[in-house]
Every structure is written in C-alpha cells, then in structure tokens.
C-alpha cells in the first residue's frame, strides 16, 4: 500500500477511500470462484471454459479472478514505426511474448502474424489472444475502419485460448463490424475459445462544443452492453473521464439515442471509480469482466498505470490490458511496471468500494 499511496500522491484519500455511489452488493465481483459463478452455467461450452480458466489462472494474477494482458497490435492500429521506434526489440515477436512471460502476465493479445511466428514456441507456455481485425493506416487519406485479417479456424489452429476483435462502435462502419464480430464470436465459441471484444467509441459527433465525449461513462457503458450482447466474455474499454455524452448529443434540438436522467444522479458521480463502475454496471453487472486500456506512454507511466489499475478494482473491474507503457521501454523496467499494476490487485488493503 505504501508504494501505491507514493505512486496516487495528492489523489491518493480520494481513490482509496471512496464509496461508490452504487452498491457492490449488485455486482459479480472477481474472486478465484468467479467462472463459476458467472459463466459455469451459461451457453459456453466446456472447451470455452477450460480456455477461459486458463486465462483467469495464469501468471502472477493466476486464480484471483483478476487479469494482467499484455496486448501487442499496435505496429498495425498505430503503425510499427510509430510503436516501435522507441524500443527497436519489439519488432521481433518472440521479444513480445517474453515480455508478457517474465512480466507474469495472464495473456499476451497479439496479431496473427505475431502469435502465429512463435506459436510451437509458447503457446503452451502462456495463454494466447489472437486479434482477428485491425484497423490499416496506408489507405491515403487514413481510412478508419476494423477489417478482418484471418480467420477464427486458423486462430484455432495456432493453439489460441481466445480470440480478440475491435468494435468502433458510432462510426459508419459499425453495423458491419457488429455482424461480423458477433459470427466470428459464434464460431470461436463452437471452437472452443473464449472471447474479448475491444469496445471502442468513433464518430466525430461525439465531440461537442468543444468537449470529447469518446470517453464517457454513459457512451461507453452502452458500447460495453452492445458488446456483452454479442457475447464477448471479456471487455476492454478505456477507462471512463467524464460524462454527459447522452446530454450533450441531444442539446440544441438534436435527437440521438435515449437515456434517463437517473444515469447521471441515481447511478453515477463524476467521481473517476463512479464512471468506471458504471462501465462495469454496463457488462451484465460484472458477469462480463470489465479490463481497461493502460493508454499511451508519458511521462508518469507508473503512476498513471497505478492509478488506473487502483480504479478499475475499486470500481469492480477486472483488471488492466496494458501495452506501449510496457514495451516502449527496456525489457526489465516493462516488467517492472506489470508487477507494479499486479500488485494493486493483489493488495487486501486495496478494497472494493
């Protein structure tokens, strides 16, 4: 607790002492009985939860119902340059394995091509995510879209545990995306392999006056419900910064969507563990663990991945996917900074609120 105080500093009271404004008491909240509770008697066959088991029982993280994923697609989502470049290593994909080995990680989530060059290497050696879209930079002007880049088959084949897709859930797009993921998901399950659905906001409307919405506790707790729908078993969404999407789309006589105005005064605060229990609120109340992205690298790493982590278990969450802040440094500091998000959710102290 003492590094995770020096790491919060000023915000440390406020995070560590918050009661969150809806009750625990409603949620599925992790704990090494949590498959059990939540997916032993759901649809999923007995393959999808071996594979889901394995997940929740690897690495450091391994039988607390929590998860530490190291994920590696951005040298597509953020081109291999622009990710890279800061550590050279990395374009190698047996680097990027190892890293989430000696970081004690759960799971690495990597491309096809990554996972499917090293797979008689490792695939027995740490549970596998094989992300099946990705969003291509080289179309001039930059076009953003998910497309598939494989098949669920072949990502059975190289021995994966679970498939990962991106939903940009707004955009023009997303009615494809939507069908297209939601059978990808299908036939993974019939395969045997559990599921983890990238659910992110992308429309340029939801910026208004000035404000980006893309992060909002009620925007993204609808994309967090749109993806349990399609039965992702896990969620990835970037921790909730605000809200008011709902209110500020429909100002000025616009019409979009529906809300209630309980969302903002019965079920949230503009406190950061509110929002983010939200978001859990939104993924079957927890049954569908919620893990939030660790965001782009800066110059707090430690301390906003801390943060983060320290709010997301709070909040009922499940633990954090964390990449750039990892590998754009040397091998022994990413692993450094994994062990320092694993330790938020291995701390008693560190409470539900």
């Known amino acids: 607790m003492t590094k995770t105080t020096d790491y919060l500093g000023a915000e440390a009271a406020n995070l560590l002492e918050h009661e969150a404004i809806i009750s625990s008491d409603i949620l599925q909240l992790p704990g090494s009985d ?3 509770r939540t997916w032993k008697n759901s649809d999923r066959n007995p393959q999808t939860l071996r594979n889901l088991a394995s997940l929740y029982g690897h690495g450091r993280l391994g039988g607390t119902g929590y998860l530490s994923i190291l994920p590696v697609d951005q040298g597509i989502e953020h081109s291999a340059g622009a990710s890279f470049t800061p550590n050279p290593a990395y374009y190698d994909p047996a680097k990027i394995v190892e890293l989430a080995i000696e970081g004690g990680c759960n799971a690495v989530a990597s491309t096809y091509g990554v996972l499917g060059s090293v797979a008689r290497d490792y695939a027995h050696k740490i549970p596998f995510i094989v992300k099946i ?35 940009y859930y707004g955009s023009e797009e997303s009615g494809r995306q939507i069908q297209e993921v939601a059978h990808a998901f299908a036939l993974a399950h019939e395969l045997g392999m559990a599921t983890v659905l990238w659910c992110y906001l992308r429309n340029s409307d939801f910026k208004v006056d000035g404000s980006d919405y893309h992060a909002s506790a009620d925007l ?129 102290a560190i409470t539900i609120a």
């Open 34 to 36: 949590f498959l059990d």
């Open 133 to 167: 879209n990705h969003n291509e930079l080289l179309t001039s002007p930059n076009n953003f879209d998910q497309i598939m880049f494989g098949s669920i088959e072949e990502a059975w084949n190289l021995g994966a545990a679970a498939v990962g897709a991106t939903i």
């Open 220 to 348: 993204t707790g609808q994309a967090n419900h749109l993806g349990v729908t399609i039965e992702a078993d896990i969620i990835k969404q970037k921790q909730a910064t605000n809200n008011g999407g709902y209110i500020a789309m429909n100002e000025g006589g616009s019409s979009f969507g529906k809300f209630h105005k309980g969302m903002y005064s019965d079920l949230c605060t503009d406190h950061p563990i509110d929002l983010c229990r939200y978001q859990v609120l939104n993924c079957y109340s927890g049954r569908a663990g919620l893990i939030n992205s660790g965001g782009a690298s800066g110059d707090d790493d430690f301390g906003q991945a801390v943060r983060t982590a320290v709010i997301n278990k709070r909040a009922g969450g499940t633990g954090l996917i964390s990449g750039r802040k990892a590998f754009q440094r040397p091998m022994a500091e990413g692993v450094q900074l994994l062990n320092a998000i694993q330790d938020v959710y291995l701390d008693d």
